[in-house]
């Protein structure tokens, strides 16, 4: 079936470093595809997303990038601060069969360290 | 705001009982989903719904069955709950079928089956 891998599984960066995590679809007929952060004790809510006709989207100091030749997308984040610190899912809608899901990553704990 | 709330933060059932999950969203959307969240595993599609009475089969149905008789609720009932049940369960939803819409997802209902 259809699946994303992500990695790391964790990430440890210095306050004001930059972190990259890097994701893996298979349905090569994915066309959107979110990050969502979630932060201890609290539901997972968006924070930025890609659709299949640009390579490229940036917000502030989160970007993703997208390569769907390659099938993987990246966040990164830049000047990293403690708030930053929380488990983050990359996901991808898929498509097959007619119907649409979403497939997720199994998370990044990211810890911002002061 | 949209808003999506789960009718409990924290259960506790014994092996075999039957136990159902509640969700709640109010903003008319016609997607509703139900995920379990594991250390290591990410989250998982249970199962979905894109209109009232209609319910479709995620990646882990097993044990599983739910209900949406009105569109602002979607129950997922285990029949007879079992110890590899114990998760956390996070309820979404989202604006409509087709589009990439975004993802809403309720505070969670960390359930233990003893």
């Known amino acids: 079936g259809e699946n994303v891998e992500q990695h790391p599984s964790t990430l440890s960066v210095q306050e004001g470093d930059s972190a990259v995590i890097k994701c893996t679809y298979s349905d090569s007929a994915s066309n959107y595809f979110p990050w969502y952060k979630q932060e201890l004790g609290k539901r997972p809510q968006l924070i930025i997303d890609?659709?299949?006709?640009?390579g490229e989207k940036k917000d502030q100091r989160i970007a993703v990038t997208l390569n769907k030749t390659a099938k993987h997308f990246s966040l990164h984040i830049t000047e990293t601060q403690p708030e930053d610190s929380a488990v983050y899912f990359c996901?991808?809608?898929?498509?097959?069969?007619?119907?649409?899901?979403?497939?997720f990553g199994t998370g990044t704990r990211l810890k911002v360290l002061a | 705001d949209v808003k999506v709330t789960q009718s409990s933060r924290y259960l506790v059932k014994r092996t075999g009982e039957k136990v159902f999950l509640e969700c709640v969203q109010d903003m008319d959307h016609e997607n509703m989903f139900w995920y379990r969240q594991d250390p290591g595993l990410g989250l998982r599609l249970i199962y979905f719904s894109y209109d009232v009475k209609m319910k479709e089969k995620g990646d882990i149905p097993e044990g599983y069955s739910v209900s949406r008789e009105k569109k602002e609720r979607f129950s997922l009932i285990l029949e007879s709950a079992s110890t590899n049940q114990t998760s956390m369960y996070l309820c979404?939803?989202?604006?409509?079928?087709?589009?990439?819409?975004?993802?809403?997802f309720g505070p969670g209902t960390r359930l233990t089956v003893l």
């Open positions: 996901a991808a809608l898929s498509t097959t069969s007619g119907t649409y899901k979403y497939i």
């Open positions: 890609i659709r299949s006709n640009v």
């Open positions: 979404a939803s989202s604006l409509r079928r087709e589009l990439t819409d975004t993802q809403y």
